[in-house]
């Protein structure tokens, strides 16, 4: 199985930092990258597809960049709703695989 | 828009049978174009794609589950359904179904259901 790893673990930061997350696969796997977005309660939604495809109804304040193994999220302006767990997951080839989680906290 | 919510028991005595239902409601289940999918999270833990079953019940399993693991569909319902035999303790995690275009991008999930195996 392809290999996720995601960092930081857990990230503290204030209402309108900008922050990064990044996320590394073991091998290639091109721009077959996703982003997800978890809050307690809540369905995770999809906020970026194919490494830097922002979904439908996503504020443009999300990006995400990279390809091959290297992989990031960036928060340009964080906004009260936007702490919450985020999750990438490569769709390179079944089983797919998740990073293992960032939780993003209120400083 | 289309809603997944999963449905079934809380609590399997270790060797015994999980079964859970997703049912799809705003969609129809055999409408072409999408995978119906299982994904769990361990308490405190990461994500495991478990599977998926398409609308022509095609299925595809995690190899180090297959062998424990059956995806479903009740059409006529606009149904999902997980079966996992054999249980362990190794098995108590959060259960989620999901829609996956095809392409391996979950784009609508449930919400989830927490499933304990103990006796």
């Known amino acids: 199985d392809i290999q996720m790893t995601q960092s930081p673990s857990s990230l503290s930061a204030s209402i309108g930092d900008r922050v990064t997350i990044t996320c590394r696969a073991n091998e290639t796997i091109r721009k077959y990258l996703n982003w997800y977005q978890w809050k307690p309660g809540k369905a995770p939604k999809v906020l970026i597809s194919s490494a830097s495809n922002l979904r439908s109804g996503v504020p443009s304040r999300f990006s995400g960049s990279g390809s091959g193994t290297d992989f990031s999220l960036t928060i340009s302006s964080l906004q009260p709703e936007d702490f919450a767990t985020y999750y990438c997951q490569h769709m390179f080839i079944a089983p797919y695989t998740f990073g293992q989680g960032t939780k993003l906290e209120i400083k | 828009q289309v809603q997944l919510q999963e449905s079934g028991p809380g609590l399997v005595k270790p060797s015994q049978t999980l079964s859970l239902t997703c049912t799809v409601s705003?969609?129809?289940?055999?409408?072409?174009?999408?995978?119906w999918s299982w994904i769990r999270q361990h308490p405190g833990k990461g994500l495991e794609w478990i599977g998926y079953i398409s609308d022509s019940g095609r299925t595809k399993y995690k190899p180090s589950l297959k062998s424990r693991v059956t995806i479903s569909t009740d059409a006529s319902k606009s149904q999902f359904s997980l079966r996992l035999r054999a249980v362990t303790a190794a098995d108590t995690a959060f259960y989620y179904c999901?829609?996956?275009?095809?392409?391996?991008?979950?784009?609508?999930w449930g919400q989830g259901t927490l499933v304990v195996v103990s006796s």
């Open positions: 705003g969609g129809s289940i055999n409408s072409g174009g999408y995978y």
């Open positions: 999901a829609r996956d275009d095809t392409t391996g991008l979950f784009d609508n």
